[in-house]
């Protein structure tokens, strides 16, 4: 089966936000992806393809370190047909874009409090429960016509009370542009999620790395 092909344009933007988001340099254009130097502990450079080229095969058979990530808007099958053996599939996510139907209201259970912060373009929502701790985060930056949520997450002794739904709206109540376009990268468990609050699935989001010897 032919997956649908994502706009180049909107993975670029969403890469951006992304970027935004955590912190991270600005995506530059390379070999018909998007490259973001992270230089962090955890990963040094990363890109991020909005489909299988010539580019993509090249910089996998030049990287040998670990702590790079190749990124592919396709399937696993695809990317792992493009890398040289020594590059590992990580598990599959999925990009997402918000539907007109995308708007679930519900309350906070009792008990838990919902605190907004923005810095710039970057917003950040979390929601503290009666003890004090972190129950559900998340964080949203919006940039190029896109607006990218971040980091969604609900602690586990916290989950299946509406939390993330409660992020999820806070977030998208501080959007600046109502018409700018809403997405997300989801996991295998959240994508179910995702869709039951009217989020859509453009495609598969197939990622690789080396692992650390």
Known sequence: MTLPLIDPQLVFAWQ????????????????????VDTGSDKETKRWVFPRLCDGLR???QEIAAPRHYLKLCGSDEALRS??????????????????????VRQPLPDGYRLALDRDGPVVRASVVAATGDL???????????????DRIETAQEHR???LGVAVMNALAGARQSLTSTQLLVATEDGRGLYANLGWRVLGPFAAATIPEL
């Open 58 to 60: 090249e910089i996998a």
């Open 135 to 149: 129950a559900a985060s998340g964080c949203a930056a919006e940039a190029a016509d896109v607006f990218v949520y």
């Open 82 to 103: 493009a890398l040289p053996a020594r590059w590992q599939m990580l598990p599959t996510n999925y990009f997402m874009v918000a539907t007109a139907a995308a708007a």
């Open 160 to 162: 299946r009370k509406g």
């Open 16 to 35: 951006t936000a992304h970027s935004i988001a955590r912190g991270a340099p600005l995506p530059v254009h390379d070999r018909g992806g998007y490259r």
